[in-house]
């Protein structure tokens, strides 16, 4: 991973064999990053991603191998009990360009993985939702 940084924004290069999530908690961790909206593209080869059912309260995740394209990645970074926490979405389109996606669980990058960081000024937690059963922003 390399980066840099342009005011409020950070522009990220990742790179083979690094996986997004745990290279966002890195970035995170060495900037101080408490509240940011992420965007990003690139290649993946190795990508888990589900689907949250609102009446049994559980993910479905589905991992997918093989040449895809990220279409879409987007989320946020933000904080939870004073910890990293990242929620983020995937769409990635395969060799058919079939696209298939969902809350990214986990994703390794093949080619290259180029992510915008926007600092967004303040902090959120979040806390479990007994009611929703995820876990949301409080807003104190």
């Known amino acids: 991973m390399d980066y840099r940084k342009f005011g409020n924004h950070i522009l990220v290069r990742l ?5 997004i999530l745990a290279q ?3 970035l995170a961790r060495r900037e101080d990053i408490r509240l940011a909206a992420v965007q990003g593209l690139g290649a993946v080869n190795d990508f888990t991603v589900g689907v949250f059912h609102t009446d049994s309260k559980v993910y479905d995740s589905r991992r997918f191998q093989g040449a ?5 990645l987007t989320g946020t970074v933000d904080r939870m009990a004073e910890e990293f926490y990242a929620h983020l979405h995937l769409s990635a389109a395969g060799a058919d360009n079939q696209v298939v996606g969902g809350h990214l669980n986990r994703a390794v990058i093949s080619a290259t993985g180029e992510l915008v960081l926007t600092r967004i000024a303040g902090e959120l937690d979040r806390e479990k939702s007994p ?5 949301l922003w409080a807003f104190r």
């Open 15 to 19: 790179d083979p064999g690094e996986e």
């Open 68 to 72: 895809y394209e990220i279409v879409s």
């Open 24 to 26: 966002l908690k890195v």
């Open 131 to 135: 009611e929703v059963g995820l876990n």
